[in-house]
């Protein structure tokens, strides 16, 4: 396995704002990286259509928070919720991004949340994502991300090779290490993507590798990513195993943000 002649440039870095709080701790973070590697910030709230749909349905109703009553939903109803919300997050990324040197922009869309992955990472080289839990854990996972080692998952792919140069960068200007997990099938597979990486980005940068048999889940990845307390995950949008639900689960595990790389 050859490794290819490809530099990662990250131009811009695109924080997603869809189905979370728009927490000023996830967007300070993107700040710093964006600073970092000297690139523009970029914010994205996706208005999910297919909430809207189902909120359209005649059987649909919501719970509230200290009541069991329930109240039915509309389609005009969801429709101004997203709205107040893609505000709420456009003032937070204003106020954050606007207080730095950078470079930055900021736009609401609507459509699927399934199609997020894809559509983001044709907009930016770097795109984040918050773990649910991350409005909980915010001030914890900021002092980690200034200390935890920057892991990235490698599989040999072009994206992967990017995410492998982007974490190399990331952990040198943060004076931090980098952990790389490698997913192959068998030991030889392994071997050679540990000589690729070798030749990518020199053993002396990395502080460890760990190789793990792919399975049909990214699961054990976020098990390792909490054990060694990880500031940041990345990972190839090329990865077999990044799929909507793949990473929606991933998302759910983590206590990090989680880097897609172009």
Same mark, same amino acid.
């Given at each position: 396995?050859?490794?290819?002649?490809?530099?990662?440039?990250?131009?811009?870095?695109?924080?997603?704002?869809?189905?979370?709080?728009?927490?000023?701790?996830?967007?300070?973070?993107?700040?710093?990286?964006?600073?970092?590697?000297?690139?523009?910030?970029?914010?994205?709230?996706?208005?999910?259509?297919?909430?809207?749909?189902?909120?359209?349905?005649?059987?649909?109703?919501?719970?509230?928070?200290?009541?069991?009553?329930?109240?039915?939903?509309?389609?005009?109803?969801?429709?101004?919720?997203?709205?107040?919300?893609?505000?709420?997050?456009?003032?937070?990324?204003?106020?954050?991004?606007?207080?730095?040197?950078?470079?930055?922009?900021?736009?609401?869309?609507?459509?699927?949340?399934?199609?997020?992955?894809?559509?983001?990472?044709?907009?930016?080289?770097?795109?984040?994502?918050?773990?649910?839990?991350?409005?909980?854990?915010?001030?914890?996972?900021?002092?980690?991300?200034?200390?935890?080692?920057?892991?990235?998952?490698?599989?040999?792919?072009?994206?992967?090779?990017?995410? /492998?140069? &982007?974490?190399?960068? #990331? =952990?040198? *200007?943060?004076?931090?290490?980098?952990?790389?997990?490698? !997913?192959?099938?068998?030991?030889?597979?392994?071997?050679?993507?540990?000589?690729?990486?070798?030749?990518?980005?020199?053993?002396?940068?990395?502080?460890?590798?760990?190789?793990?048999?792919?399975?049909?889940?990214?699961?054990?990845?976020?098990?390792?990513?909490?054990?060694?307390?990880?500031?940041?995950?990345?990972?190839?949008?090329?990865?077999? /195993?990044? &799929?909507?639900?793949? #990473? =929606?689960? *991933?998302?759910?595990?983590?206590?990090?943000?989680?880097? !897609?790389?172009?």
């Amino acid at each position: 396995m050859q490794a290819e002649p490809s530099i990662a440039v990250t131009r811009r870095i695109l924080v997603t704002l869809a189905g979370t709080p728009p927490g000023q701790a996830f967007i300070s973070l993107a700040v710093r990286l964006a600073t970092q590697l000297h690139a523009e910030l970029a914010g994205l709230f996706v208005e999910d259509t297919k909430a809207m749909q189902s909120a359209s349905l005649p059987f649909t109703y919501e719970l509230g928070v200290w009541t069991p009553k329930r109240q039915p939903v509309s389609g005009e109803s969801m429709e101004q919720s997203l709205r107040v919300a893609a505000d709420a997050a456009r003032r937070v990324f204003e106020r954050v991004a606007g207080a730095s040197q950078l470079p930055w922009s900021f736009r609401t869309v609507r459509g699927s949340h399934a199609q997020l992955p894809e559509y983001a990472t044709e907009m930016a080289e770097v795109v984040l994502f918050a773990p649910p839990r991350w409005p909980l854990l915010s001030s914890v996972s900021e002092m980690v991300f200034s200390r935890g080692p920057v892991m990235v998952l490698f599989d040999g792919s072009l994206s992967a090779q990017h995410a /492998l140069q &982007t974490a190399r960068s #990331l =952990s040198q *200007l943060a004076k931090t290490h980098a952990i790389v997990i490698l !997913l192959a099938p068998n030991e030889q597979e392994a071997n050679k993507l540990q000589r690729m990486i070798g030749e990518l980005a020199g053993v002396d940068a990395l502080y460890a590798t760990i190789w793990i048999r792919p399975t049909t889940s990214l699961e054990p990845c976020a098990a390792l990513a909490r054990r060694f307390h990880a500031g940041l995950l990345l990972m190839g949008r090329d990865c077999s /195993l990044a &799929t909507v639900e793949d #990473l =929606s689960a *991933l998302l759910n595990k983590l206590t990090c943000p989680l880097g !897609l790389i172009r």
